[in-house]
């Protein structure tokens, strides 16, 4: 079994973009917005300050009240528009139920559209004018591509999860390198139909541990975005675990990515890199 190391493929992707950096001398800018206090939220930007600090890029973080306007959103992201040291935008998500997200994100300058969230750069992604990609499916398929002796073409890839900013994209992705996808989710049927015949599976349904070792095909690729907590009722201590029972599958599986330690630190990682790609188009624009 190949462990998937998200930790570590993280690390060399890091040196890259550092080196990137130095040979064209310049220092990407990426602003962060979080607008409430959602502890996980609050944990991922943390998580990508820290990032950004690492290699060296310029970083602005903008922590709204809980209490904050779609407007005073919208204040922030005009002004970081305007600043030329800023190459990428991104406000977390969720935000709470009172802001208007769609109003945000169609705000933000594509050019700096860091998590490829605006209508135009999803319409040239979806249409192949360009590779630009959400974060965490771009961080998947970096992923998949470091499998030795791996190929997409003619395996049936399963997809769990349809939301815009994993299960969609990544089915767009997977089909661009010859995949067969499934892209299922909540209402679908026979679920355990579609998990035996899959070659690859990507899990993103954020239900702990429900895809368990007997419900997969012996020699399954096999990714878990999840990242779910579960209680432990005797010590009362929670841990993290994600959508796939680790233990179960991994004697069956060719490869697969541990939670955490998998896809996370792809997901931050693949930000730093499309906040670098939005920084050399900045310069390739003047
Ligand atoms: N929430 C969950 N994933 C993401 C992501 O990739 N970007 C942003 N902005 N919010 C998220």
Known sequence: ??????????????????????????????????VGDNPASNVYVKAKIKACEEV??????????????TEDVLAVITS??????????????PPPPHIDMVRLVNAIDPLKDVDCFHPLNLGKFFSGQSDFAPCTPTGVITMLDSIPNFSYEGKSALIIGRS?????????????????????????????IYLQKADIIIAATGQAEMIKGDMVKEGVVIIDVG????????TNKSRLVGDVEFESVKDKAYAISPVPGGV?????????SNTLKLALQSISLK
């Open 80 to 93: 970081l528009n305007k600043n030329p040291e800023i190459h990428g935008i991104l406000v977390q998500s």
């Open 164 to 192: 815009n900013i994993v299960g969609k994209p990544m089915a767009i992705l997977l089909t661009n390198r010859h995949a067969t996808v499934s892209l299922a989710h909540s209402r679908t049927k026979n679920l355990d």
């Open 1 to 34: 079994m190949y462990l998937l190391e998200g930790k570590i493929i993280a690390q060399q992707e890091k040196k890259n973009i550092v080196d990137t950096m130095r040979d064209y001398g310049i220092t990407p800018g990426l602003a962060t917005i979080l």
């Open 264 to 272: 996370g630190p792809m997901t931050i990682v693949t930000l730093l």
């Open 227 to 234: 990242i779910d907590r579960v209680l432990n009722p005797i």
């Open 56 to 69: 060296g890029f310029y970083g602005e973080h903008y922590n709204l009240d809980y209490s904050s306007t």
